[in-house]
């Protein structure tokens, strides 16, 4: 399974962008798919998830309504639309797919990373 980042850049606050993830490969191993960033200085946190098709989702607290996760699968494709973005959006955002188990915020129980596309908001 190979994930490969794009969308990322940079934007003035109250912008938006929206990241794509294009996944190679398929099987249990990529059921859930979830973007996380890591801010400058701070730990990687999760953003959000889909699963089912894509008829699942789930978010952080601090999306407030603002990001859309969604999925594509004729193109095998999981996108983040970015609404109102904020200075502290600024981060390396990564795209992870794991099976469907396991709290979808942790890390840990994905199998598989992108390399990042940065998203910087000023």
């Known amino acids: 399974v190979q994930l490969v980042e794009s969308g990322g850049g940079s934007v003035q606050a109250g912008g938006s962008l929206r990241l794509s993830c294009v996944v190679s490969?398929?099987?249990?191993?990529?059921?859930?798919m979830a973007w996380f960033r890591q801010p400058p200085g701070k730990e990687r946190e999760e953003v959000a998830t889909v699963f089912r098709g894509g008829s699942s989702t789930y978010y952080a607290s601090f999306v407030k309504g603002r990001f859309t996760i969604s999925q594509d699968n004729t193109t095998k494709t999981v996108y983040l639309q970015m609404n109102s973005l904020e200075l502290q959006d600024t981060a390396l955002y990564y795209c992870?797919?794991?099976?469907?188990?396991?709290?979808?915020?942790?890390?840990?129980?994905?199998?598989?990373w992108g390399q990042g596309t940065q998203v910087t908001v000023s």
């Open positions: 490969g398929s099987g249990p191993n990529t059921a859930r």
């Open positions: 992870a797919a794991g099976p469907l188990f396991g709290s979808w915020y942790r890390a840990s129980n994905y199998n598989y």
